[in-house]
């Protein structure tokens, strides 16, 4: 894990190896202070020597002027590193997510994600900027002041050896009973997230259904949640403040008790006892900033534990080591499929077998859960079989290079989804370089030209974030023009006419007939009426094909979609009905 994370220091590692040194330097002349310190009292006041006191007083301000320098380079390099270390640590883990599957996706949540990505990196952040600094000066500092110490008087430094002793014992129960807390809040924080997410990607479900109170709710238990575990955690953490406090001045109590005594039998001057209270106060806030870096650390830990298994995560699907760039044409093949999200779960899809030839349009109907997008989802591998095999111009999908195959399987899910930028910007997705003629032809197809040129900067309109200024018709319509632009061989529409009205979904049929007759079509949808004119329907039940012919076969053999089509005549004559009494 460690490992994982130092890796992405990279470009700054030189910087995160000369704030050492400029803190080993800051160091070096910080203890060296009190040591001048005492010969001021001793050599120059005590005897009544006013060079001594410049001598020792110039040393003094010099000493101080080079440890102001060289602390100010070990922050400057250790921002610098951390800063660095944390920008490639984000790089890291957003390239890797890129690749992932959709089923590494549901591994983890969205919510999971961003809070990897955000608190966890700025924890590591923070953790390595102190471990540059204060890992190294807190030592430093320690185990500098202690030889001063034993060089001033050894039996005196013995106190000192006795509060690292008591505080190292209690820095171990803190960081043992600590380190659970903070794994369990990190989790917190992913569901408090996600409950945020939801929300107000939601926000205008919620309103319309009058739900504020109840989400509410749901915000208040899960930030309850992560409110008493903090109180846990922080309250713990508390204890090392008053323990701290309770050694410092259990050392400055011993140190002035014996110290008087030993100035007394003339073992000990004035100065150096002066001294030894500088030291020991070096050597308690040495302790008190190592207790702070064991508190960090621990934090923090759990922090990189999640984001080395974000970057350490190996896509499930991948190229193969020779794979193939083109897809010769639009055929498309399942050899006894099986499907499951989760090994060793139900499986979503059982035993498929379909053979769509090139250029052929395909409807694909059945029930809510019948597997309808599981089918559709293996074809441009978004999934990868659990058992079987999918074939794509002739040849496994799994032989494919994945961008040359979805470049060649273009779809349109069921969720309509617009980027923030132009209307142009958005439908280049489809294609990089496609010139404005090229998108004005292809949301011509879509039907979607009419309304982009209605508005006053057309296809430099801006779409908001998620679409939320267009309506779902017009997203879908953007969508499917989007999708065209690839001139894909194998064009899925999973449910993608749902928001727009009969008139239109005819029209976009019509258009896909006369204008891209080559590629084969695959629409799936609830309503008959937008798949009847296909080629061939195949009707999904639990998982399974029960049907695979043309309108007029099903409804003649296919029990279930005969049932869906009267179910759906005797709706729309209902309607026509009432809408003729209306009237």
Not at 261 to 284: A, C, D, K, N, P
Not at 294 to 306: I, K
Not at 362 to 381: E, W
Not at 555 to 570: F, V
Request: aromatic share 8%.
């Amino acid at each position: 894990m460690f490992r994982t994370i130092l890796k992405q220091v990279k470009q700054y590692k030189a910087a995160a190896l000369l704030t050492p040194l400029w803190t080993t330097l800051e160091v070096i002349m910080g203890v060296l202070i009190p040591y001048a310190t005492a010969s001021i009292i001793d050599k120059g006041i005590g005897s009544g020597s006013l060079p001594d006191v410049y001598k020792y007083g110039g040393i003094m301000l010099g000493l101080a002027s080079l440890s102001l320098v060289f602390g100010i380079l070990a922050g400057r390099f250790a921002a610098y590193s951390s800063t660095g270390l944390a920008a490639n640590l984000r790089r890291a883990m957003y390239r890797n997510i890129q690749r992932f599957s959709f089923s590494d996706i549901d591994k983890y949540s969205t919510a999971g994600l961003v809070t990897r990505m955000t608190t966890d990196v700025s924890s590591i952040q923070n953790a390595f900027q102190m471990l540059l600094r204060t890992t190294f000066r807190a030592p430093l500092n320690l185990v500098s002041a202690l030889a001063m110490c034993f060089v001033i008087h050894p039996r005196l430094s013995i106190i000192f050896l006795a509060a690292m002793v008591a505080l190292g014992t209690f820095l171990t129960f803190l960081i043992m009973r600590a380190a659970r807390l903070f794994k369990e809040i990190l989790l917190k924080v992913d569901r408090l997230n996600g409950v945020v997410q939801e929300n107000v990607s939601a926000i205008r479900v919620v309103k319309a259904f009058v739900r504020e109170s109840h989400e509410l709710s749901k915000f208040d238990k899960a930030a309850l949640g992560l409110y008493t575990l903090n109180i846990k955690a922080e309250t713990l953490m508390a204890l090392n403040g008053p323990v701290m406090s309770l050694i410092v001045n259990a050392c400055i109590i011993a140190l002035s008790w014996w110290g008087a005594r030993y100035i007394v039998e003339g073992s000990l001057t004035t100065g150096q006892l002066t001294s030894l209270f500088s030291y020991i106060m070096t050597v308690l806030s040495s302790l008190i900033m190592l207790s702070m870096i064991f508190v960090q650390l621990t934090r923090s830990a759990a922090s990189a534990t999640r984001v080395a298994e974000v970057i350490d995560e190996v896509p499930d699907m991948d190229n193969p080591p020779e794979p193939v760039m083109e897809v010769a044409d639009g055929s498309i093949r399942f050899n006894h499929v099986f499907f499951t999200y989760k090994a060793g779960g139900d499986y979503a899809l059982e035993d498929i077998n379909l053979d769509i030839r090139s250029g052929e349009t395909v409807g694909l109907i059945g029930g809510t859960g019948s597997g309808k997008s599981s089918l559709v989802n293996l074809i441009p591998r978004l999934y990868d079989v659990s058992e079987g095999s999918v074939e794509v111009g002739g040849r496994d999908v799994r032989s494919y290079d994945m961008t040359s195959l979805r470049h060649e399987v273009s779809m349109v899910l069921q969720t309509s989804t617009l980027f923030s930028g132009t209307i142009l910007e958005n439908l280049r997705w489809g294609k990089a370089d496609a010139t404005l003629e090229e998108c004005q032809e292809a949301c011509r197809q879509a039907m979607a030209d009419e309304f982009i040129q209605s508005f006053p900067d057309g296809y430099n309109t801006r779409i908001e974030q998620g679409g939320t200024n267009v309506s779902g018709g017009q997203r879908q319509r953007l969508c499917i023009a989007r999708a065209l632009l690839m001139r894909p061989k194998v064009l899925i529409l999973d449910d993608s006419t749902s928001a727009v009205d009969t008139a239109t979904d005819a029209a976009i049929r019509e258009t896909f007939r006369t204008c891209i007759p080559g590629t084969t079509k695959i629409i799936i949808s609830q309503r008959i009426l937008s798949i009847k004119d296909t080629d061939r329907i195949i009707v999904m039940q639990n998982g399974r094909v029960d049907g695979f012919d043309t309108h007029e076969n099903l409804l003649r053999d296919n029990a279930i979609y005969r049932e869906i089509n009267q179910m759906q005549a005797s709706g729309a004559e209902a309607d026509f009905d009432q809408l003729r009494n209306t009237a």
